[in-house]
């Protein structure tokens, strides 16, 4: 059973626009949910990450709305640019030690 | 460069053969994780040391798979007798806490 639900699959924005990047779980002992932006042949790079006691988050460009009650956590990206094009990863952290649950991945295209 | 570092970064072997990654952590990272990575997909957890004990295992790890963290430095992931579906990236992270650092991983190719 796959633990953390990410769509879409994939992702096409003009540049300026508003990306928006959604992931829903089911286990509420998951206390740490982080977004990862990865490049072809590079490791997932860590973007922003909020823990459930916080409803939104922003750092720079980039927002992450938790929502608790519907266990949903969404990613936003404003004024999106061609460098963001990348995939993105949502995840989910739970269990004794720290296991982490990673989303199947949205790939984003930032069109000029 | 203070980054988490994978050695070799490509590595291409016939099926039944064995292999084996290195990963160094950040320094005074004491959490490691081994993820393995297909194409298309997020990164699957393998395992999680914190120092050098071994705390979880994924049980989708065949028997083939061992991993070790001596000292709780750097850690190594072997697979033995590989088969043709291990070919992935194999990527390996530290943290502190909270925070997980990814290395560049390994990609493996089994022919």
């Known amino acids: 059973q796959q633990q953390v639900k990410q769509s879409p699959q994939s992702l096409i924005v003009q540049k300026g626009g508003i990306s928006i990047i959604n992931c829903a779980y089911e286990?509420?002992?998951?206390?740490?949910f982080p977004w990862y932006q990865q490049f072809p042949g590079k490791g997932p790079a860590l973007l922003i990450a909020i823990r459930p006691d916080v409803s939104e988050k922003k750092e720079g460009r980039f927002t992450i709305s938790f929502n608790k009650s519907a266990k949903q956590f969404s990613l936003h990206i404003m004024d999106s640019q061609p460098g963001d094009s990348a995939t993105y990863f949502c995840?989910?952290?739970?269990?004794?030690?720290?296991?982490?649950?990673f989303g199947s991945g949205t790939k984003l295209n930032v069109k000029p | 460069d203070t980054g988490v570092s994978q050695d070799p970064r490509h590595k291409i072997t016939k099926r039944g053969q064995n292999v084996t990654f290195r990963c160094d952590p950040i320094s005074e990272h004491n959490r490691l994780y081994w993820y393995r990575q297909t194409l298309g997909q997020g990164p699957e957890f393998l395992t999680y040391f914190q120092n050098e004990a071994q705390l979880e295992k994924s049980r989708l790890l065949s028997d083939r798979f061992s991993a070790e963290r001596p000292k709780g430095s750097f850690s190594t992931l072997e697979i033995q007798r590989t088969e043709q579906g291990d070919s992935a990236m194999y990527l390996c992270a530290s943290s502190p806490q909270d925070t997980q650092y990814f290395g560049p991983g390994t990609r493996l190719t089994v022919l």
């Open positions: 286990n509420t002992a998951f206390d740490y």
């Open positions: 995840a989910a952290r739970g269990g004794n030690f720290n296991k982490f649950y």
